[in-house]
C-alpha cells in the first residue's frame, strides 16, 4: 500500500512499489490530466510539481513520492499557476494541447522561481517540455505574458 | 495528405444536397443536448443525437447552447473552432454560446466534400466546410426566426439577431434556448441567403478557439489515451522488428507471473498482445515475453542499402511525368549545368499523443473510442474484422493529441490490431490497445525516404532553359484501395506533387519516378509530397541563382513574372510573387547575406495554400547553424480565422524544422534504429527559431492551413546555408553533415 498526498488530499493506492507516479496517477486514480508521452523523461507531458518542483512523473516511482506534496494539473493553482492558464487562454497557446498540462505545470515551477524570467531562463526551463505541434512561439509569449501579469 | 484524392469525388458517390437543406424537423421533444461536460469544447459525443433538427451539423438546447457537430478530427489545427465559428456567422450567435462535438461515423451525413468519404485530411477541413456549415448556420438561423415571428405574430422580416438573441422592434426579445424546441419542429426552409463578405462579423476577424480552456485545466475525456471504461484491459501489442517477420514461437510465463497481467494472446499476423488491468502491469508484462521471430520473408535491408539502391536507381530511366520540351538537348546547350542529388530519410509523425484506440465489442455490436480521422474506412474495417454490419460499429470520435496524417491509414492498420485482439479475446470487455512511444517510432507509416536527381541548365544571361528532374520514391498509394484513383501509368500522384506543378517558367522540363517495393509501410506525412518535392525544386533555385550569380529573390521574380500561356499556371505564380514580396517586405529582404548571418528564401504550393518564407540563420563555433528567425507570407484564400492560421505555420515551421535539422528514421537489417524522443530527436523551445507570420487578405475561396506551411522552411534553411557556405545541403537531416 502506497499513501500519497495529491492535491491535498491523502490517497492510498494498492500497487507495486515500482510502478511510475504517471501510471498511479492516470490509471489507479483516473487523473488524466497528467499525459504519457515518451515513458523516459525525454518529453515532458507528465510533468507534475513535487514539492513545488516540476519532476517527470514517468521517472517518479510512486513510492519515492511518499511524503511529499504531488500537484498535478487538475489541482495546479496559487498566483503563478493562475497567471500561467490566463496567459495561455488570452494568447491561445494549446495547439493538439496533449502537451499542455506538462507545459503549465514546468512553467509555473519556473515563475515561482524566476518571477521575471528572461528568455535563457524560459529556454533552461522548458527544454524538457517538447511540443511536436511546435507551440514554442506562443509558449513563450505566454510565460512572458504570466510573468507580467504576477507583477501588476 | 490524401487531398489528391479529391479527384475520387468523381468516382464515389457525389453528396446530393438534398437532405440537408430539406431536412424536416423531428417532432420530439427538441433539442436535447446540453452541455455533458462543464467546460466549452468538450467533445465526447457518445451516442450521437438521432434528431438533425437544424441540419445534421447543429443542435441547440433548451439552455441556449449551439452544439456544432464537427465532421472532421481536430487533432490541433483548429477546425473545431473553424467549423463553429462558420455556423456562429450565419447564426449570429454569440461565441460563449458555441460548443464542438464530433460528429458520429455516418458516411451519408458526414462525408468530406473533398473526397466523398467521411475523413480529414488534405487541409481540407474548412475548405470543404465552408459553405455547408455556414449554410447550416442559416438554415438553423430562419427556423429560429420562423418560431419567433410565429409567437409573436409579427413577419419574420421585422425579426433580428445579435449575440444569440432574438428580438423585434415591438420590445420583444428570446434567447435561442426559448425557441429551440418550437423551431426544431418546423420544416428546414429550401433555400437560404449567406451573408456577403463585407457582413462578415467573425470570418476573417477572430473567433475564440473552443478547445483552449479545456487543454488548459486537462479535462478528463478529451484525447483517446484519457478513455476509461468500466472493466478495460489494457493491451499493448509485440510487433515484429522486422516488418513482414512473424511469430515463431513464445513463451508468457514470465509475462503472465506480473501482477496485473491478465493473459497473453497471439494475434496472427500482428504479433503477441499482453492485457493487463491496466498500462503499466501490460508494459512490464510484455518487457518479460520471449518471443521468437520469422524474419524469412521479412524486409531486412539496411537504409544504408536502400539509399545505395535509390541512387543507381536514379541514374536510370523511369517513367515520365513531366515532358515539356526537350530538356536533355536544353542542358546540353545551357551555358551553365548545376546539379545535385537530394536524400530524404524515412521519418516518424511522432505526434505527442501516441496511437491509441478502446474497443467493446458486444455480440454483434462494437464501440470505438479513439481520435478517429478516417471514420468511413474505420469504420468498416472494424465491421469486416469483427464480421459484423458496418452500421453496428459505433465511432466516438476524441481530440487528437496530434497527427501529422498518422491517425488515418488505408489499412486502417491500428483498426485491424485492436478489432483482432477483441476478437481473439472474445469476451464482452472494453479493451484499450495503447502504443508506447518506443510502439508508436517503430510501427512503420513513415514519409517515405527518397532520393532526387536534378540537373538544371541556364543561359547566358541567367534564365532557366532547361530542367531534369528524377525521383526515386517509394509509393504511398499502391497496393492500397486508392491506386486506382491515385495512380496512373506508373506514377502516384503524391510522389510527383510539387514537381508535375512547378510553375517557374523553366522551357524545357522533363521528369521520371521510379518506385521502388519496400516493405517499411509508409504513409502521408505533414504535406504529403512536398516536403521534398518542395525542399528540392527551392533549394535547386537557389543552386540555379548562386551560379548565375543572380540574388535569389530576384531569380525568383524572373521565373515567376513571364506569362505561361497556361492560366492555372499564371495564376500560381501571380500568388507566388504576392507572397513572395510580402516576405521580402517582412524580414527587409536586402540579399542573403546579412550582417554576419544568412538568410534563405523559399515559396512554395500545397493544398492550394501559397507560402513563402524567409530562414536567417547565425553559425554556431563549431560549424553547425542555429536558425534565428523566420518570416513567413501566406495566401489561403479567404483566412476564417487568421490567427489559427498564423498559429498552423508557426506550428508547421517547427514541425518542418525538426526534420530538416534532427528527425530520421534508419533501419539496420530492417530494425528500426530509432525507438523515442532521444534518438527521435524533436525540436526544442531553445531551437525554435521568431518566427513572423502575415495572412495576406484575400477573397479567393479559403484553402488549407495545417500543411503548407511546413515545405517552404526546409529549403529557406538549405538556402541560407548555401549562402553561407557556399555549398547545398541536399542531404537530410542536417545533423548528418555536421551542420545541425
Ligand atoms: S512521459 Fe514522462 S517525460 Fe515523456
Ligand atoms: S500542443 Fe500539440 S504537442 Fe504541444
Known amino acids: 500500500m502506497i499513501r500519497l498526498n495529491i492535491n491535498g488530499e491523502d490517497r492510498e493506492i494498492d500497487v507495486d512499489a515500482d510502478t511510475p507516479l504517471l501510471w498511479v496517477l492516470r490509471d489507479e486514480l483516473g487523473m488524466t490530466g497528467t499525459k504519457y508521452g515518451c515513458g523516459i523523461a525525454a518529453c515532458g507531458a507528465c510533468t507534475v510539481h513535487l514539492d513545488g518542483m516540476a519532476v517527470r512523473s514517468c521517472q517518479t516511482m510512486a513510492s519515492d513520492a511518499e511524503g511529499m506534496a504531488i500537484v498535478t494539473i487538475e489541482g495546479v493553482d496559487g498566483k503563478a499557476a493562475s497567471a500561467v492558464q490566463a496567459a495561455w487562454r488570452e494568447l491561445e497557446v494549446p495547439q493538439c494541447g496533449y502537451c499542455q498540462s506538462g507545459q503549465i505545470l514546468a512553467a509555473t515551477a519556473l515563475l515561482a522561481e524566476t518571477p521575471k524570467p528572461s528568455d535563457e531562463d524560459i529556454d533552461m526551463a522548458m527544454s524538457g517540455n517538447v511540443c511536436r505541434c511546435a507551440t514554442y512561439t506562443r509558449i513563450r509569449a505566454a510565460i512572458h505574458r504570466a510573468a507580467e501579469t504576477m507583477e501588476g | ?740
Open chain 2, 1 to 740: 495528405m490524401f487531398h489528391v484524392m479529391k479527384r475520387m469525388q468523381d468516382a464515389a458517390a457525389r453528396p446530393t444536397r438534398r437532405n440537408f437543406l430539406k431536412m424536416s424537423a423531428v417532432a420530439a421533444g427538441g433539442l436535447v443536448v446540453g452541455s455533458r461536460l462543464a467546460l466549452p469544447g468538450a467533445a465526447l459525443a457518445e451516442g450521437a443525437a438521432a434528431e438533425d433538427a437544424f441540419t445534421p451539423f447543429i443542435r441547440i438546447s433548451p439552455d441556449g447552447l449551439v452544439t456544432v457537430l464537427n465532421k472532421h478530427l481536430d487533432m490541433g489545427q483548429g477546425n473545431a473552432t473553424g467549423l463553429a465559428t462558420l455556423v456562429a456567422e450565419e447564426l449570429d450567435a454569440s461565441p460563449e454560446q458555441m460548443r464542438a462535438e464530433f460528429a458520429p461515423a455516418d458516411v451519408e451525413r458526414y462525408k468530406n466534400l473533398a473526397f466523398g468519404m467521411q475523413g480529414t485530411g488534405g487541409s481540407t477541413a474548412i475548405a470543404n466546410s465552408f459553405e455547408q456549415y455556414r449554410k447550416a448556420g442559416a438554415t438553423a438561423r430562419a427556423m429560429l426566426v420562423a418560431a419567433a415571428a410565429k409567437a409573436w405574430g409579427v413577419p419574420t422580416g421585422e425579426i433580428t439577431i445579435s449575440g444569440g438573441t432574438l428580438s423585434h422592434a415591438s420590445g420583444k426579445s428570446g434567447t435561442f434556448g426559448e425557441f429551440a424546441e418550437a423551431a426544431a419542429k418546423l420544416e428546414a426552409p429550401a433555400e437560404v441567403t449567406l451573408k456577403s463578405p463585407d457582413q462578415w462579423v467573425y470570418i476573417g476577424k477572430s473567433f475564440p478557439r473552443l478547445d483552449v480552456p479545456n487543454k488548459t485545466v486537462g479535462a478528463p475525456n478529451t484525447y483517446g489515451m484519457d478513455v476509461q471504461r468500466d472493466n478495460m484491459l489494457v493491451a499493448v501489442l509485440t510487433r515484429p522488428l522486422a516488418f513482414g517477420a512473424k511469430v515463431k514461437s513464445f513463451n508468457a510465463d514470465t509475462a503472465k507471473a506480473v501482477k496485473g497481467v491478465v493473459d497473453v494472446i497471439d494475434v496472427p499476423g500482428h504479433g503477441v498482445a499482453v492485457l493487463a488491468t491496466s498500462t503499466w502491469p501490460a508494459i512490464k508484462g510484455r518487457e518479460a515475453l520471449e518471443i521468437e521471430w520469422d524474419e524469412a520473408g521479412a524486409e531486412t535491408r539496411s537504409s544504408d542499402a536502400l539509399f545505395a539502391e535509390y541512387r543507381e536507381l536514379a541514374d536510370t530511366a523511369g517513367p515520365v511525368f513531366r515532358d515539356d520540351g526537350d530538356a536533355e538537348a536544353a542542358i546540353a546547350g545551357a551555358a551553365t549545368v548545376v546539379e545535385q542529388v537530394f536524400e530524404f530519410p524515412y521519418l516518424a509523425h511522432g505526434m505527442m499523443e501516441p496511437m491509441v484506440l478502446t474497443i467493446h465489442v458486444e455480440g454483434d455490436r462494437a464501440t470505438l473510442w479513439y481520435p478517429s480521422q478516417f471514420q468511413t474506412v474505420d469504420q468498416q474495417t472494424a465491421a469486416t474484422v469483427l464480421g459484423i454490419p458496418v452500421q453496428n460499429v459505433t465511432i466516438n470520435t476524441l481530440y487528437g493529441g496530434g497527427s501529422f496524417g498518422r491517425r488515418t491509414s488505408p489499412d486502417a492498420r491500428h483498426i485491424v490490431e485492436a478489432a483482432s485482439i477483441a476478437k481473439i479475446w472474445g469476451k464482452s470487455q472494453p479493451i484499450k490497445l495503447v502504443y508506447t512511444r518506443e510502439d508508436d517510432t517503430r510501427a512503420g507509416y513513415y514519409r517515405p525516404m527518397g532520393v532526387h536527381k536534378v540537373r538544371a541548365g541556364l543561359d547566358a544571361d541567367g534564365n532557366l532553359v532547361g530542367w531534369h528532374h528524377r525521383i526515386v520514391q517509394q509509393s504511398l498509394m499502391s497496393g492500397t484501395f486508392f491506386e486506382q484513383f491515385m495512380v496512373h501509368d506508373g506514377i502516384d500522384e503524391t510522389s510527383v506533387e510539387g514537381v508535375k506543378d512547378a510553375s517557374y517558367a523553366i522551357p524545357a522540363f522533363h521528369a521520371e519516378l521510379h518506385s521502388p517495393k519496400v516493405g517499411v509501410p509508409v504513409l502521408w506525412w505533414r504535406s504529403v509530397g512536398h516536403t521534398q518535392t518542395g525542399y528540392v525544386v527551392e533549394a535547386m533555385m537557389d543552386k540555379a541563382a548562386h551560379a548565375a550569380g543572380v540574388d535569389p529573390l530576384e531569380f525568383r521574380r524572373r521565373h515567376l513574372s513571364q506569362p505561361s500561356g497556361i492560366a492555372e499556371r499564371d495564376k500560381d505564380n501571380a500568388r507566388k510573387l504576392g507572397v513572395l514580396d510580402k516576405v521580402a517586405e517582412m524580414s527587409g529582404w536586402s540579399g542573403a547575406q546579412h550582417g554576419d548571418r544568412f538568410r534563405g528564401i523559399a515559396v512554395h504550393k500545397s493544398f492550394n495554400t501559397y507560402v513563402a518564407e524567409v530562414a536567417e540563420v547565425s553559425r554556431r563555433e563549431d560549424g553547425t547553424f542555429k536558425v534565428e528567425n523566420v518570416w513567413c507570407a501566406v495566401d489561403c484564400g479567404v483566412a476564417v480565422n487568421p490567427d489559427n492560421v498564423k498559429a498552423q505555420m508557426e506550428g508547421g515551421i517547427g514541425y518542418g524544422l525538426a526534420a530538416v535539422l534532427f528527425s530520421e528514421i534508419t533501419l539496420t537489417d530492417g530494425h528500426v534504429d530509432q525507438l523515442n524522443f532521444d534518438t527521435y530527436r524533436p525540436l526544442r523551445i531553445e531551437e525554435m527559431p521568431k518566427v513572423v507570420v502575415e495572412v495576406l487578405a484575400s477573397a479567393e475561396a479559403p484553402s488549407g492551413a495545417g500543411e503548407p506551411g511546413t515545405p517552404p522552411v526546409g529549403p529557406a534553411v538549405a538556402n541560407a546555408i548555401l549562402a553561407a557556405t557556399g555549398e547545398l545541403p541536399a542531404v537530410l537531416p542536417l545533423t548528418k553533415a555536421g551542420l545541425a
